[in-house]
């Protein structure tokens, strides 16, 4: 079953305006990590937040953690072309395996 | 430094046939793992190991196979291939993030596995 659920499914933005997309969960976490996809191509890992952070920074991301309503949202700034892709939000399963959810399409226009 | 590298790229089978999708990392992670990805359902995790010699089932493990043999190979075996695993296949490996100390995934391209 799907721990993760993004939200919206597709986002389409001009260059230069800031995305917001959207994560929640089903059960208890100790951490949290988005992960980006361009097409044809493989995750890649963009920011982790533990449970005990209710906000990070990386560069143009910035990550929530709402522990109490099981979300998180990824704000990604002044947003390029080069940021299209999908974004993925993961959450830890049991050992070292995760659950990830449908992922949010972002389309970027010049 | 190549990290995780998936072999083929892409792969067209008949039903019925069976075929090995190959990974291997040189990073000289301990955790490996398969998912793949459908259209609208995320990645779902089919098989995992924690080490060489140690495999086990994930979400949805029927009709592959799995082995460990070396730290740095971790094929998945589709032994009689069905249409319904059509689908993108990814190998993963986990390292431990050095200032997190919570474990990130690495992945490989992709192989895109088509079954008619």
């Known amino acids: 079953s799907q721990q993760g659920e993004e939200d919206p499914q597709a986002l389409s933005i001009q260059e230069g305006e800031n995305a917001t997309m959207n994560c929640s969960y089903k059960?208890?976490?100790?951490?949290l990590q988005w992960y980006r996809q361009n097409s044809g191509r493989g995750l890649v890992h963009l920011i982790l937040i533990r449970s005990n952070e209710r906000e990070k920074h990386s560069g143009r991301l910035r990550v929530t953690l709402d522990t109490s309503k099981k979300s998180s949202s990824l704000l990604i700034t002044a947003s390029r072309a080069a940021d299209t892709a999908s974004y993925f939000c993961a959450t830890p399963n049991y050992g070292q395996n995760f659950v990830f959810g449908p992922g949010t399409r972002l389309s970027v226009l010049p | 430094n190549a990290g995780v590298t998936q072999t083929p790229k892409f792969q067209v089978l008949k039903t019925g046939q069976s075929m090995t999708l190959q990974c291997a990392q040189d990073m000289n992670h301990e955790y490996m793992s398969w998912y793949r990805q459908d259209p609208g359902m995320g990645l779902r995790l089919i098989h995992y190991?924690?080490?060489?010699?140690?495999?086990d089932q994930g979400e949805v493990p029927n009709g592959y196979n799995v082995s460990r043999s070396t730290t740095e190979d971790f094929p998945l075996r589709l032994l009689s291939a069905a249409p319904s695993q059509t689908s993108v296949y990814f190998c993963a490996s986990s390292y431990q993030g050095a200032v997190s100390g919570a474990n990130v995934l690495t992945f490989g391209a992709g192989s895109r596995l088509t079954v008619l």
């Open positions: 190991s924690v080490g060489a010699g140690i495999t």
């Open positions: 059960t208890s976490i100790n951490n």
